[in-house]
């Protein structure tokens, strides 16, 4: 089971293999993949700091716990439909954000991100909404 907090649904669906250090980069990809080649693989939703943040680098200022990321989180779920404390399997979200989301949602939801700019996490909710699942990095 992994912990994840609201906002790295979204990330999930835009991940392309970048991030903020080497670290970071494996330890997504190996979440990433988890979930890309077992769907039923089981999510604990949390507030606050999940395994992703773990491996973000300690080379300034630590944003995973920034009042704004916690509104992130919070939107997220409850465009979901979600909410923390809640255990599902990655199955389960992918079928809410065929449900309640669009790509156009990254826009005002995730307004502030600094990875928005890539368009990524766009076309990772359409391949959702398409049934393809997660993109297979590379």
Not at 90 to 104: G, H, L, N
Request: a negative charge; proline letters at 3%.
């Amino acid at each position: 089971m992994y912990k994840l907090r609201g906002h790295h649904i979204f990330c999930l669906l835009g991940y392309r293999g970048m991030g903020y250090s080497q670290e970071y980069i494996e330890n997504m990809t190996r979440l990433h993949q988890t979930l890309r080649d077992n769907p039923k693989t089981w999510i604990y939703l949390v507030e606050g700091p999940d395994q992703l943040c773990e491996k973000y680098p300690n080379s300034g200022e630590y944003h995973c716990k920034d009042n704004n990321i916690y509104e992130r989180d919070s939107a997220i779920l409850e465009k979901l439909g979600l909410k923390i404390g809640q255990i599902l399997n990655w199955e389960d979200i992918e079928s809410k954000i065929r449900k309640y989301i669009v790509p156009s949602d990254i826009k005002t939801v995730c307004e502030n991100c600094s990875w928005r700019s890539y368009g990524v996490c766009e076309e990772g909710i359409q391949e959702i909404l398409e049934g393809k699942g997660l993109r297979e990095v590379k």
